[in-house]
């Protein structure tokens, strides 16, 4: 990711406005879009306008980026300045005469963006400034607290020059000063959304990105290596593995489980499973739009849990496609009561747990296979989730089968090996608030009665 043009201050006061616009309209060029001359006229003004703002001796260490790309929102920011102590995010609205709140939200979009997801914003402020060239002019209002992203300022174009010495005063000198060229370099990784993971899995250029989430965080890559491993090590010696990928809510699990089904084992014929309904009709559908899937190959890696399930139970000698399954939610699998009840809207097919039939489905195969159980940790809410120990109990009766897991998820035995690159502990989701999940999870360890993720997985966790 870069911005379509790059220049220090001084630079950019070499150049005239219809220069910078020109040079804007070739990078626009080549991306194969359509330059309309309102588009032109609008980069002509915004450059003019910058020029009165940015004649001040201030400045001239600063470094000016045009059209700024942020992947995750599918838009650019018009034009950042880099100083020595902020990254200043600019919207520019030619012409307008008002502040609308539409346009505040869009700069501070922004700049939360960016301090999220770019590796550059982490020890400086993000500060998002929306320009109305011809709106009132504002006083300045500085914040209490300089750090993170403060609420988007309103300036108009005569103020603009102002307010850029206001808010530099107003942060003061940092006890280390930003350099523009480490924070142009700096990974810009944001996190996808489920259909935005599967399709960029599908497209083999964009899959690396899908798993460098967060510039700052331990990315998916040391788990997906793990589960790798182990899927390996159960064809190289023909065993029969279930992986469990613990984690806090929001750590990426699911976007693990992804990466498996649609990156690394592409070609291998995985299978994702899941029991939320309505997100295997959407994927599906999402990934034989944008990726031009054929849908039996989308019916194929992407499945129903409950269908699965319910298919090779009424096929006792049918063996499944997928050597790998990747059970999504694994900590909601059903127990025995639940699988086998009847309801109004369906005749139950099954007579043991879920993950009992999933292991004895799986065991048709002549040699190796793989489970890799995807759990959140206390997250086994509703009437018959059997949580980890229903899993922990399957394995123990099953001795061709083994498991590994993270240390601390399940107590020792025979049968199971310990891998902590398994436990993902980084939440991906919630950015802004990394401290949250963690927190919980300690509550819910430390809660009087409770040796575990939950009631139910007493057995299988160690105590506390």
Request: charged share 25%.
């Amino acid at each position: 990711m870069r911005a379509w043009l790059e220049l220090s201050v001084p630079e950019f006061f070499a150049l005239s406005a219809e220069d910078v616009a020109a040079r804007l309209a070739y990078s626009q060029a080549g991306r194969h879009a359509t330059l309309e001359l309102t588009q032109r006229n609008a980069w002509v003004a915004m450059a003019q306008g910058l020029r009165e703002a940015l004649a001040m001796p201030e400045a001239e260490a600063w470094t000016l980026l045009l059209e700024y790309d942020l992947l995750r929102l599918e838009k650019r920011i018009d034009a950042i300045l880099l100083t020595d102590r902020a990254t200043l995010v600019l919207e520019w609205k030619d012409r307008a005469a008002r502040f609308l709140p539409g346009d505040l939200r869009q700069v501070e979009d922004y700049a939360l963006d960016l301090h999220d997801f770019h590796g550059g914003c982490r020890a400086h402020p993000v500060v998002p400034l929306l320009v109305a060239t011809d709106g009132p002019a504002t006083p300045f209002e500085p914040p209490l607290i300089w750090q993170g992203v403060p609420p988007p300022m309103k300036v108009n174009r005569r103020q603009l020059g102002e307010r850029l010495r206001e808010v530099m005063a107003a942060i003061g000198t940092p006890a280390r000063p930003m350099i523009a060229a480490e924070w142009v370099a700096a990974p810009y990784r944001p996190v996808p959304n489920v259909l935005e993971a599967a399709s960029m899995l599908f497209d083999r250029h964009r899959s690396a990105a899908m798993v460098e989430a967060r510039a700052d965080a331990s990315n998916l890559t040391r788990t997906t290596d793990a589960i790798l491993r182990a899927i390996a090590d159960a064809r190289a010696s023909g065993e029969r593995v279930v992986i469990f990928v613990t984690g806090i809510p929001g750590a990426g699990k699911t976007l693990c489980g992804l990466n498996i089904v649609f990156g690394a084992l592409r070609d291998s014929g995985a299978a994702f499973l899941t029991g939320n309904a309505p997100l295997v009709a959407v994927l599906r559908e999402d990934l034989r739009r944008r990726s031009g899937e054929r849908k039996d190959r989308a019916r194929t890696v992407l499945q129903n849990v409950h269908r699965f399930l319910e298919h090779h139970v009424l096929r006792p000698a049918e063996i499944p496609e997928a050597r790998v399954i990747v059970f999504d939610e694994a900590q909601r699998a059903w127990d025995q009561d639940q699988a086998s009840r009847d309801t109004q809207r369906r005749v139950s097919r099954l007579s043991l747990s879920e993950p009992a039939h999933t292991l004895d489905i799986m065991g048709r195969h002549g040699g190796w296979c793989a489970i890799v159980a995807l759990i959140g940790q206390g997250q086994e809410i509703n009437t018959g989730e059997a949580g980890l120990e229903e899993w922990a109990s399957v394995i123990a009766q099953r001795p061709e089968w083994r498991a590994v897991a993270a240390p601390g998820r399940l107590l020792a035995q025979p049968w199971l090996t310990e891998d902590p690159a398994l436990d993902l502990t980084v939440p991906m989701r919630s950015v802004r608030h990394p401290q949250g999940a963690p927190w919980v999870d300690a509550v819910l360890r430390a809660m009087p009665g409770r040796r575990g993720g939950s009631r139910r997985s007493m057995a299988a966790f160690p105590s506390s």
